[in-house]
């Protein structure tokens, strides 16, 4: 079957642009994350979705951030007016269940955003 | 402090030879699981393994296998009979029982580059 998408794989934005990143988790898949990797350092955790509720958003670094499940599949993470410190990849990760130690994440190919 | 260590900012394996990437945790759950995943050039990060709190025996997969020492909060990755293809960055991450989300907190990756 097929796993996670994100699109687009890259996005070049000048300072101040808004910019909106898609995710397609894997069909039936309950919970959604989003993380932030800057170069060279592990993944960080911005939030959280069971189906359409976000119930985790403490990892947003501001108020520029915004993420959305509206009908708890496609997921969309907005960043307005973008700062050169928001160039990262961000990465989409989907799993089955709603909670359990041993739900195992399922991460897509991430969106490399670069901020001029 | 980090909740997730791992030291060897890189390592060189020759093929064919074992390695071992290190991983130490801080947490006062008494619940937890740990994972290690993969993360090639593509940039997608892809599961490896995984090791519950309360599994009693070390966990394995295929030439992945994890040595898991509680006491000392430490989940160490051996990979193996080395092939070309393992040259990747690896992440030891953990979820927390007491987190709403369910999210992992990510080491800082270790490069490994096997040689011909």
């Known amino acids: 079957g097929a796993g996670v998408s994100q699109s687009p794989r890259y996005k070049v934005a000048k300072r101040g642009q808004d910019v909106a990143l898609r995710c397609d988790p894997i069909?039936?898949?309950?919970?959604l994350f989003w993380y932030q990797q800057a170069l060279g350092q592990g993944p960080e955790f911005l939030t959280y979705?069971?189906?359409?509720?976000?119930?985790?958003k403490s990892g947003l670094p501001s108020d520029r951030f915004f993420a959305e499940r509206p009908e708890g599949s496609v997921s969309t993470l907005k960043i307005q007016r973008t700062q050169q410190e928001d160039s990262a990849v961000y990465l989409c990760?989907?799993?089955?269940?709603?909670?359990?130690?041993?739900?195992?994440?399922?991460f897509g190919p991430g969106t490399r955003l670069t901020v001029l | 402090a980090q909740k997730i260590t791992q030291t060897q900012p890189g390592m060189f394996v020759q093929e064919k030879e074992a390695v071992t990437l290190d991983c130490t945790y801080d947490t006062s759950d008494q619940s937890y699981g740990l994972f290690w995943y993969k993360q090639p050039s593509s940039g997608e990060m892809i599961f490896l393994i995984y090791q519950g709190s309360y599994d009693e025996q070390n966990a394995t997969e295929g030439r992945y296998s994890l040595n898991f020492q509680k006491a000392r909060k430490s989940a160490n990755l051996v990979i193996s009979a080395s092939q070309l293809g393992d040259s990747a960055m690896y992440f030891c991450a953990m979820r927390e029982n007491r987190a709403i989300s369910n999210k992992l907190t990510f080491g800082g990756g270790t490069r490994v580059l096997v040689k011909p």
């Open positions: 979705f069971q189906n359409e509720a976000q119930l985790d």
């Open positions: 069909s039936g898949h309950v919970s």
């Open positions: 990760a989907s799993s089955l269940e709603v909670a359990g130690l041993t739900d195992t994440q399922y």
